[in-house]
Nanobody, 124 residues
Framework: QVQLVESGGGLVQAGGSLKLSCAAS????????MGWFRQAPGKEREFVGA????????YYADSVKGRFSISRDNAKKTVYLQMNSLKSEDTAVYYC?????????????????WGQGTQVTVSS
């Protein structure tokens, strides 16, 4: 079982940037697809983006495409979510997740391990 810990959240003004990190331990992390999801108050958890095991393939939700970027450093067992041009609607708890290489990258059920989440608040 992979353990995941997110960090880097905080309060930022609209138009600003934040970089989230997800540190992984346990399991063969370098073989997992890694995903980022978010959940705003009163809303369902939604897909933000994902990256394959090597970092060569990324997926993004339409709402963040062009503003967010996912990368990974397998040697450090860390995945990153660079968030630029932040909007108030990006306010949410952001979760990192690890899953097998197969399955639908955008679906939460494709991920077996989840972090505790980190709060991102964008003020307008």
């Amino acid at each position: 079982q992979v353990q995941l810990v997110e960090s880097g959240g905080g309060l930022v003004q609209a138009g600003g940037s934040l970089k989230l990190s997800c540190a992984a331990s346990g399991g063969t992390v370098s073989t997992y697809r890694m995903g980022w999801f978010r959940q705003a108050p009163g809303k369902e958890r939604e897909f933000v983006g994902a990256i394959n095991w090597s970092g060569s393939v990324t997926y993004y939700a339409d709402s963040v495409k062009g503003r967010f970027s996912i990368s990974r450093d397998n040697a450090k067992k860390t995945v990153y979510l660079q968030m630029n041009s932040l909007k108030s609607e990006d306010t949410a708890v952001y979760y990192c997740a690890a899953g097998a290489a197969w399955g639908e990258a955008r679906h939460p059920k494709s991920y077996a391990s989840w972090g505790q989440g980190t709060q991102v608040t964008v003020s307008s």
